[in-house]
């Protein structure tokens, strides 16, 4: 079945650039979708079809996905985006929904 | 907005069958705008897609999980509801309802989430 790898953990500076990975074969192929999972909540999805974003996202979300990793970005960051991360594709050969295994972004 | 609440038993034990129920309001489950689905979150871990159904009945199982599991829709009730049989301590999870968009498919709209711990 596909597999969706994440960076377990990402560590940055408040005001600074977060880049998140999602690495998959072709993955450029497929839309990919981003969820942040605050501490003891439900996930949220920030962003899908690989750049769009959903009412109330904030413009500091962004992504975009090539060849074979998709691309999570939160500019300027804030203590408050401290999550969990994670990407999601819809595996059509198996009828599957993937999730990668999340990355955990720590504010500094 | 669609408003989904997970409930069921909070402990169930080896072996038992685990059995959880989803109750969809702010809109009706037998239209065709979306899959329902379960994904499940084990403590400390990352997230599990576990089956979606669309109100048809049309059904997608997780493979590792097909043997067990088995997902139904009351459109009566504008519920639908997981069952997996013969549970260990490796199903604890929080077990999350949602709402699937489709082409492609992506989860709109998360339950809280409800706990359920196997042990005896």
């Known amino acids: 079945s596909y597999v969706l790898t994440q960076p377990p953990s990402l560590l940055v500076a408040p005001g600074q650039t977060a880049t998140f990975t999602c690495g998959g074969s072709?993955?450029?192929?497929?839309?990919v979708h981003w969820y942040q999972q605050k501490t003891g909540q439900a996930p949220v999805m920030v962003v899908y079809?690989?750049?769009a974003r959903p009412s109330g996202i904030p413009e500091r979300f962004s992504g975009s996905n090539s060849g074979n990793t998709a691309t999570l970005t939160i500019s300027r960051v804030e203590a408050g985006d401290e999550a969990d991360y994670y990407c999601?594709?819809?595996?059509?050969?198996?009828?599957?929904?993937?999730f990668g295994g999340g990355t955990k972004l720590t504010v500094l | 907005q669609l408003q989904l609440q997970e409930s069921g038993p909070g402990l169930v034990k080896p072996s038992e069958t685990l059995s959880l129920t989803c109750t969809v309001s702010?809109?009706?489950?037998?239209?065709?705008?979306?899959?329902w689905g379960w994904i499940r979150q084990p403590p400390g871990k990352g997230l599990e897609w576990i089956a979606n159904?669309?109100?048809?009945?049309?059904?997608d199982y997780q493979s590792s999980l097909k043997s067990r599991v088995t997902i139904s829709v009351d459109t009566t009730k504008n519920q639908f509801s997981l069952k997996l049989t013969s549970v260990t301590a490796a199903d604890t999870a929080v077990y999350y309802c949602?709402?699937?968009?489709?082409?492609?498919?992506?989860?709109?709209?998360w339950g809280r989430g409800t706990l359920v711990t196997v042990s005896s």
């Open positions: 949602a709402s699937l968009s489709f082409t492609p498919i992506r989860v709109d709209s």
């Open positions: 702010g809109g009706s489950i037998d239209g065709s705008s979306f899959y």
């Open positions: 159904i669309f109100y048809s009945g049309s059904t």
């Open positions: 072709n993955i450029g192929t497929v839309s």
């Open positions: 079809d690989d750049s």
């Open positions: 999601q594709v819809w595996d059509s050969s198996s009828d599957h929904v993937v």
